[in-house]
């Protein structure tokens, strides 16, 4: 039995809509497996600068830094909103990352079976498919700042002769190395294989990254790996994607490759991720977990949303935080069991079929929950 502390930060849009939902089977979870978790329902993102003038308060932060897991809806602007200065919704997700030091990005794809017709791919090349990322996701190109680091410039420079740009792509051996024993660790507990992406034909960074990957590989001998070239894995994920079990890679490679990769599944709404760090709880990591869509203002507040994504968010909280893995495994087998009972959400539906709303998706998840 576990007894486990979680703050709730549904956000906006459709943010709420969906946690709710995830929420519903965190409690189904709690009823049947006897577990007792202490919820924190808290404001963050465009709720919470209208509540409380900034995007996250003092205090959220302290209820998250003191809770086992974090489970995050979405937060985003009105269109048209936040044009001047003033607080604005992700500088929430920003202090959050960057406070609790969430390196490790894992974003799951497994597209259910019974939707390989909604994907962009043809059906055949689904078979088997069942991958998941491991993204760095606090250092590299996108943390190259000149004025807060020296020696890592990110800037334009503006002369009268020439105009040039530089950004800095800048890894510590200890930063590669943290996110590549998650990704062995994770590995451990699955099919056993990691793919490491880098482009060591052409980065220095690539080649140091290579070179941690072939000294921790050392530390894990059930664990099978090999190196693969960002080009090449583009190519291989939508050509062979049932070739690949974990894969491993540093920021903006893993920033372009999951967002092709989600598109395995066909909607934008199905997919989970976990941002973790390296603070231990007592089932596991302090994580953050989310969606990965944003708080879709086109349709939000008409029970169109897939709260899918968000439930199997809840099921990643389970396995990484919490240590809950048969939990994390049951909820992900009543996301399936609805899939391949026919239930579909708008963005999945097909035409001419009456699509279930948000509440009844949840629903059904529980019901499937409940009687396997
Ligand atoms: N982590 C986050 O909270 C996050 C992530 C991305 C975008 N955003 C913010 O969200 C706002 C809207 O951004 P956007 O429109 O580019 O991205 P979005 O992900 O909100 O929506 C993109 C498209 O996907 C659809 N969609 C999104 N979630 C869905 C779901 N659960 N079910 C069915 N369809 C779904 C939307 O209707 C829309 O057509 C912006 O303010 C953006 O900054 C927040």
Redo the contacts with the bound molecule.
């Keep these: 039995m576990s007894n486990a502390t979680i703050t709730v930060l549904p ?5 709420p809509e ?1 946690t709710a939902q995830a929420l519903d089977v965190l409690r189904a979870v709690e009823e049947k497996y006897g577990h007792t978790f202490t919820v924190h329902r808290r404001r963050v ?1 465009l709720d919470a600068i209208t509540a409380e003038g900034v995007a996250i308060s003092d205090r959220t932060f302290d209820i998250c830094a003191a809770s086992d897991a974090i489970l ?6 009105l269109p048209g909103g936040h044009t001047g200065g003033g607080p604005r ?2 500088q929430a ?1 920003f202090r959050l990352r960057k406070e609790f030091g969430f390196f490790a990005n894992l974003r799951p794809v497994r597209p259910p079976e019974a939707l390989h017709g909604a994907s962009s791919l043809k059906p055949e090349y689904l078979k088997g498919a069942d991958l998941v990322f491991v993204r760095e996701l606090s250092a590299g190109l996108y943390y190259g700042r000149l004025e807060t680091v020296p020696g890592k410039p990110s800037e334009i420079r503006r002369t009268p002769g020439a105009t040039e740009a530089v950004d800095t792509l800048l890894y510590t051996e200890a930063e590669i190395e943290r996110v590549v024993r998650a990704a062995f660790d994770i590995a451990v507990g699955r099919t056993g294989k990691v793919t490491s992406v880098d482009k060591a034909n052409v980065l220095s960074s690539s080649v140091l990254w290579r070179e941690v990957v072939e000294r921790v590989a050392g530390d894990y001998p059930a664990v099978t790996y090999e190196h693969m070239l960002v080009d090449a894995c583009a190519m291989r994920l939508i050509r062979t994607p049932a070739d690949f079990d974990v894969i491993v890679t540093e920021n903006l490679f893993g920033d372009i490759l999951t967002d092709e990769a989600s598109m395995l599944t066909g ?3 199905m997919l989970p991720s976990a941002s973790l760090g390296t603070r231990r709880t007592a089932g596991g990591t302090f994580g953050l977990y ?10 939000a507040g008409q029970e ?4 899918l ?2 439930i199997l968010s809840a099921a990643l909280l389970l396995r990484h935080s919490l240590g809950l893995e048969r939990e994390a495994a049951a909820v992900e087998k009543a996301v399936d069991t609805v899939i391949a009972d026919g239930h579909r ?3 999945l539906e097909e035409p001419g079929r009456t699509p279930v709303g948000t509440a009844e998706m949840g629903r059904h998840v529980v019901e499937a929950l409940r009687h396997p």
């Excluded at 956000?11 to 943010?15: A, E, M, S, Y």
């Design positions: 956000g906006d849009g459709v943010g969906v993102g995050f809806g979405a937060i985003g602007s919704p992700e997700l909607s934008i709404g989310e969606p990965i869509h944003g708080s879709a203002p086109d349709i169109k949303a897939n709260p994504g968000a959400t708008a963005d």
